[in-house]
Protein backbone atom coordinates (compact mmCIF):
# COMPACT_ATOMS: atom_id res chain seq x y z
CA UNK A 1 0.00 0.00 0.00
CA UNK A 2 1.56 3.58 -1.31
CA UNK A 3 1.43 6.25 1.11
CA UNK A 4 2.53 9.77 1.72
CA UNK A 5 2.64 11.45 5.16
CA UNK A 6 3.54 14.94 5.08
CA UNK A 7 4.74 17.12 8.22
CA UNK A 8 6.16 20.12 8.59
CA UNK A 9 4.10 24.01 7.15
CA UNK A 10 2.40 26.50 9.56
CA UNK A 11 2.54 30.18 9.57
CA UNK A 12 5.66 32.01 9.10
CA UNK A 13 6.50 35.90 8.48
CA UNK A 14 7.61 37.31 5.13
CA UNK A 15 10.79 36.17 4.65
CA UNK A 16 11.43 33.90 6.84
CA UNK A 17 11.46 29.77 6.31
CA UNK A 18 9.92 26.50 6.04
CA UNK A 19 10.45 23.13 5.77
CA UNK A 20 8.21 19.83 4.61
CA UNK A 21 8.89 16.33 4.39
CA UNK A 22 7.39 13.97 2.65
CA UNK A 23 7.81 10.58 3.83
CA UNK A 24 6.75 7.53 1.81
CA UNK A 25 6.11 4.34 2.29
CA UNK A 26 5.01 1.22 -0.34
CA UNK A 27 7.52 3.23 -3.47
CA UNK A 28 10.86 4.65 -3.57
CA UNK A 29 11.70 8.07 -4.31
CA UNK A 30 15.13 6.77 -5.62
CA UNK A 31 13.14 4.67 -7.99
CA UNK A 32 10.42 7.70 -8.79
CA UNK A 33 10.37 11.21 -9.42
CA UNK A 34 9.20 13.28 -6.36
CA UNK A 35 6.87 16.56 -6.83
CA UNK A 36 5.77 19.49 -4.58
CA UNK A 37 2.93 21.14 -5.81
CA UNK A 38 0.18 24.07 -3.93
CA UNK A 39 -3.29 25.51 -4.22
CA UNK A 40 -3.79 28.75 -2.78
CA UNK A 41 -7.54 30.02 -2.27
CA UNK A 42 -9.15 30.85 -5.44
CA UNK A 43 -6.15 29.28 -7.53
CA UNK A 44 -5.76 26.44 -9.77
CA UNK A 45 -3.32 23.90 -8.31
CA UNK A 46 0.47 24.48 -9.59
CA UNK A 47 3.40 22.72 -9.84
CA UNK A 48 6.43 24.55 -7.03
CA UNK A 49 8.90 22.00 -8.44
CA UNK A 50 10.15 18.37 -9.23
CA UNK A 51 13.43 16.21 -8.38
CA UNK A 52 14.30 13.40 -10.41
CA UNK A 53 15.41 9.86 -10.09
CA UNK A 54 19.19 11.13 -10.95
CA UNK A 55 18.64 14.26 -8.50
CA UNK A 56 18.09 17.05 -10.81
CA UNK A 57 15.96 20.07 -10.21
CA UNK A 58 13.37 21.88 -11.78
CA UNK A 59 11.03 25.01 -9.89
CA UNK A 60 8.68 27.02 -11.15
CA UNK A 61 9.66 30.55 -11.42
CA UNK A 62 8.09 32.06 -8.85
CA UNK A 63 10.19 29.80 -6.22
CA UNK A 64 13.14 29.69 -8.20
CA UNK A 65 15.94 30.49 -6.20
CA UNK A 66 14.34 30.72 -2.69
CA UNK A 67 12.98 26.76 -2.84
CA UNK A 68 15.11 23.64 -2.76
CA UNK A 69 14.00 20.15 -3.59
CA UNK A 70 15.71 17.25 -2.21
CA UNK A 71 15.49 13.51 -1.11
CA UNK A 72 16.93 11.13 1.60
CA UNK A 73 16.94 8.00 0.06
CA UNK A 74 18.05 6.61 3.31
CA UNK A 75 14.63 7.91 5.18
CA UNK A 76 12.69 7.65 1.70
CA UNK A 77 11.79 11.33 2.37
CA UNK A 78 10.84 13.86 0.04
CA UNK A 79 11.52 17.93 1.04
CA UNK A 80 10.85 21.10 0.21
CA UNK A 81 13.05 23.80 2.14
CA UNK A 82 11.33 27.07 1.42
CA UNK A 83 13.36 29.96 1.91
CA UNK A 84 12.15 34.19 1.88
CA UNK A 85 9.01 33.26 1.32
CA UNK A 86 6.18 36.27 0.54
CA UNK A 87 2.24 36.34 0.98
CA UNK A 88 2.31 34.70 -2.44
CA UNK A 89 3.62 31.34 -0.90
CA UNK A 90 0.57 30.69 1.08
CA UNK A 91 -1.15 27.48 0.54
CA UNK A 92 -2.29 24.09 0.81
CA UNK A 93 1.51 21.62 -0.02
CA UNK A 94 1.06 18.37 -1.76
CA UNK A 95 3.55 16.23 -2.26
CA UNK A 96 3.47 13.15 -4.96
CA UNK A 97 5.53 11.00 -7.15
CA UNK A 98 5.87 9.47 -11.22
CA UNK A 99 4.63 6.35 -9.86
CA UNK A 100 1.60 5.31 -11.28
CA UNK A 101 -1.69 5.13 -9.31
CA UNK A 102 -2.38 9.43 -8.43
CA UNK A 103 -0.78 8.69 -4.70
CA UNK A 104 -0.95 12.21 -2.80
CA UNK A 105 -0.02 13.46 0.29
CA UNK A 106 -2.32 14.73 2.70
CA UNK A 107 -1.55 18.11 2.06
CA UNK A 108 -0.01 21.14 4.08
CA UNK A 109 -1.29 24.54 5.03
CA UNK A 110 1.60 27.07 4.75
CA UNK A 111 0.56 30.52 5.63
CA UNK A 112 2.74 33.68 5.29
CA UNK A 113 1.86 36.83 6.96
CA UNK A 114 3.59 39.52 9.05
Known amino acids: QVQLVQSGGGSVQPGGSLRLSCVASGLSFSRYDGYWFRQAPGKQRELVGSITTFGRTNYAASVKGRFTISRDSAKNTLYLQMNAVNPDDTGIYLC????????WGQGTQVTVSP
Open 96 to 103: TSSRPGDY
